[in-house]
Nanobody, 129 residues
Framework: QEHLVESGGRSVRAGGSLKLSCAVS????????MGWFRQAPGKEREFVAA????????TYADSVKGRFTISSDNAENTVYLQMNSLTPEDTAVYLC??????????????????????WGQGTQVTVST
């Protein structure tokens, strides 16, 4: 069972920035396609960003496009989510997810929660006015 640990969430004022981290502890990061999701109270889990195993293909939800950036550091076995220009609507628990990808190309990304095999516990982001 893969172990994912998110960190970096905290309270911030609107317009501020945060960088979330997701450490992958068992297999090497290059084994997985990775994703970030978020879930606000009373709402369904929402796709935020995803990257293919190769890291070449990346996609974002329309609501965060141009403000959020997903990246990775294979040496650190860590995926990041840089979040800029935060608004109160970004308030949620942010979760990272991993899907083992054995494709030759490593070029697939996944935007649906059911596509992922492993999940972290989440980190809370609260944006106030």
């Amino acid at each position: 069972q893969e172990h994912l640990v998110e960190s970096g969430g905290r309270s911030v004022r609107a317009g501020g920035s945060l960088k979330l981290s997701c450490a992958v502890s068992t297999r090497t990061l290059s084994t997985y396609a990775m994703g970030w999701f978020r879930q606000a109270p009373g709402k369904e889990r929402e796709f935020v960003a995803a990257a293919s195993r190769s890291g070449v293909r990346i996609t974002y939800a329309d609501s965060v496009k141009g403000r959020f950036t997903i990246s990775s550091d294979n040496a650190e076995n860590t995926v990041y989510l840089q979040m800029n220009s935060l608004t109160p609507e970004d308030t949620a628990v942010y979760l990272c997810a991993a899907r083992m990808d054995t494709s030759v190309s490593g070029s697939y990304y996944y935007t649906q929660p059911y596509a992922y095999d492993h999940w972290g516990q989440g980190t809370q982001v609260t944006v106030s006015t």
